[in-house]
Nanobody, 117 residues
Framework: DVQLQASGGGLVQTGGSLRLSCIVS????????IGWFRQAPGKEREGVAC????????HYSESVKGRFAVSSDKTLNTVYLEMNSLTPEDTAVYYC??????????WGQGTQVTVSS
């Protein structure tokens, strides 16, 4: 079965950077995409970035565009979310999600990102 392992969260000051990792296991094909989502206390979960494993195309929400970068290392089956110029508004639990073959949806456990002012 497909499993996702997210890591890399932590506490950082405003203006700092963090890199999140999402290791994908249990699927050997390229027909999937990985999305990064976040959920702040009292708010709905929102998508912030995604990448197509096969094409490498990426998309970002307006709130993170220009500050976050999503990338994929196929040899390690890992997707990264590089987060720069962090602000307290980026504080949330971050989740990675896999959409496999356009139909099957999997979530990893969250990793907490806290940005202090």
């Amino acid at each position: 079965d497909v499993q996702l392992q997210a890591s890399g969260g932590g506490l950082v000051q405003t203006g700092g950077s963090l890199r999140l990792s999402c290791i994908v296991s249990g699927f050997t094909g390229d027909d999937y995409g990985i999305g990064w989502f976040r959920q702040a206390p009292g708010k709905e979960r929102e998508g912030v970035a995604c990448i197509s494993r096969s094409e490498g195309s990426t998309h970002y929400s307006e709130s993170v565009k220009g500050r976050f970068a999503v990338s994929s290392d196929k040899t390690l089956n890992t997707v990264y979310l590089e987060m720069n110029s962090l602000t307290p508004e980026d504080t949330a639990v971050y989740y990675c999600n896999a959409l496999v073959q356009g139909t099957r949806n999997y979530w990893g456990q969250g990793t907490q990102v806290t940005v202090s002012s």
